[in-house]
């Protein structure tokens, strides 16, 4: 990928959470699944969350991509408190600012991989910006499959289609979900490079969920959550230790 002028400070922090709190059920049966987290995201970086099963993450990727809410707390898009928003304001901002690529790839499947990727803008009825798409369908090696629909691609070709789809509105932030969860473990290892490119060359912020050691390895940096707290935090990962750290925390 080029040195694509984004227009993007990389010191600039884009998501910032502050004290956020988030609990399921009532009184006695009340969950809590984040209890006072605060983490900042900057611009141009790939981070990863990781936790054992129930440490909150999928909850915290949710609330900072405004898809639930927060009982406490403040969430900071571009400086721009998000967790006062109603419905709609939401929706405008998850279609206008924010990229999605999930595990189950979600491209429809009655449209060509050329239509998924336009999707988010077709909706918006925006316009297509195709220089920026073009570049992206060639770092992405998918310009010879515009023309088929999802069952006619593979896994990979899926997830390339939909890692195109996310960074087409050139969002403040891209969330990826397990986004290797369905593929081999070559076709993985491309998708995060992948990533890891849109962030260090584009100047994309990515924040990914994943339970994989080899997959958080290929992110910047790497938040550890236990019990809905921030425990800990890895720079530079490598997958020994990654996994050393996962170990540690399920000690404590």
């Keep these: 990928m080029s040195n694509a002028n984004t227009g993007k400070d990389p010191d600039e922090v884009v998501l910032r959470a502050r004290g956020l709190r988030k609990s399921f059920g009532r009184e006695e049966t009340a969950v809590t699944a984040l209890d006072d987290i605060t983490v900042d995201f900057d611009a141009g970086r790939f981070s990863a969350i990781m936790g054992p099963s129930g440490s909150g993450k999928s909850t915290f990727m949710h609330v900072l991509a405004g898809l639930d809410r927060v009982d406490s707390g403040q969430i900071l898009m571009r400086g721009e408190d998000i967790t006062g928003l109603d419905d709609r ?6 279609r206008d600012r924010v990229g999605f690529i999930f595990q189950a790839f979600n491209l429809v499947p009655t449209l060509n991989a050329d239509q998924n990727i336009d999707l988010p803008v077709s909706l918006a009825r925006g316009t297509v910006d195709e220089e920026w798409k073009a570049e992206i369908v060639e770092r992405l090696g998918i310009g010879d499959r515009l023309k088929h629909r999802p069952h006619e691609l593979s896994g990979g070709q899926q997830q390339r289609v939909a890692v195109a789809r996310a960074l087409l509105t050139k969002p403040d932030v891209v969330f990826a979900d397990e986004p290797t ?58 997958t020994e230790s990654v996994v050393t750290a996962l170990s540690e925390l399920s000690a404590r």
Excluded at 89 to 94: D, F, K, P, V
Excluded at 190 to 214: C, F, K, N, R, W
């Design 181 to 238: 969860g369905n593929l081999d473990s070559l076709s993985g290892a491309e998708v995060l490079d992948l990533l890891h490119a849109a962030a260090s060359q584009y100047g994309q912020t990515i924040i990914m969920v994943t339970h994989d050691p080899v997959a958080a390895a290929h992110a910047d940096r790497v938040v550890l959550l236990k019990d809905g707290r921030v425990g800990g935090e890895i720079t530079a990962p490598t």
């Design 89 to 94: 304001e939401l929706t405008q901002l998850r």
